[in-house]
């Protein structure tokens, strides 16, 4: 958090808003950046769609910064599809960094490394191994990334995605059943299957307990 007198706000609210050129400001855009009075809702938004990011972020409004999800959904679908991730986006302004937003925080955490350890000459460090919970068919540590060729020209508005055709905003029919249930149960991800058994096991076992009293 960033103290502002005797207001708090967003340490990225806080960058975003004085990295800004537009200076002066009037009293109604300093309302606006403490969000007291009759404001309008600013945020920091982030270009990288990562949020411990202090460095890709712009100060605009709240809807401008919502609006940024599908973006960060297209990335994400085109990385797990193994298509080609563009570079920025064409759809904001400033654009959304495609390829950034398509990486793990893991990912991007690995890749700082491996760039700190190159500028001070040092060993670069054995590939680290893939983690059992990574989502996408590459995994990246070090620069250049292998799933996004730097001559990657893809358009957004050709491909007329939204978040709506996402992995996570898939609407088809669920591939995870249970065989244990009598009736057919389905599941959308691995997480949901497994709450469900744990859950069944909990009423399997209560029901017995109380069976015997």
Same mark, same amino acid.
């Given at each position: 958090?960033y ?5 708090s ?15 002066p ?27 411990l990011?202090l460095?890709?972020?712009?100060y605009e409004t ?5 609006s ?18 563009? /570079? ?8 959304c960094?495609m390829?950034?937003?398509?990486l793990?925080?893991? /990912? ?22 893939r ?7 590459t995994?990246?540590?070090q ?6 060729p730097?001559?990657t020209?893809l358009?957004m ?5 939204k978040a ?12 995870l059943?249970?065989?244990?249930c ?5 599941f ?12 069944s096991i ?12």
């Open positions: 958090m103290q502002f007198s005797d207001h706000v967003n340490i990225t609210r806080a960058i975003a808003w004085f990295d800004d050129k537009s200076w400001r009037s009293g109604i855009e300093l309302d606006n950046f403490l969000g007291c009075g009759p404001y309008k809702n600013m945020h920091g938004s982030h270009t990288c769609h990562h949020n990011c460095i890709h972020v712009v709240a809807d401008e910064n919502e940024r999800k599908d973006c960060h959904a297209v990335a994400r679908y085109l990385r797990k599809a193994s298509l080609p991730v563009p /570079e920025c986006c064409n759809k904001h302004q400033p654009p960094l390829q950034h937003a398509s793990t925080h893991f /990912e991007t955490y690995l890749i700082q490394f491996s760039i700190f350890r190159t500028a001070n000459k040092l060993p670069p460090l054995p590939q680290p191994s983690p059992r919970w990574h989502e996408y068919p995994f990246e540590f620069l250049p990334l292998s799933f996004c730097a001559s020209l358009q508005d050709t491909l007329n995605l709506s055709d996402s992995p996570a905003g898939h609407k088809g029919r669920p591939e059943r249970c065989k244990f009598p009736r057919v149960k389905s959308r991800s691995i997480i949901a299957m497994w709450s469900h058994l744990v859950i909990m009423k399997a076992v209560i029901t017995r307990s109380l069976g015997k009293w």
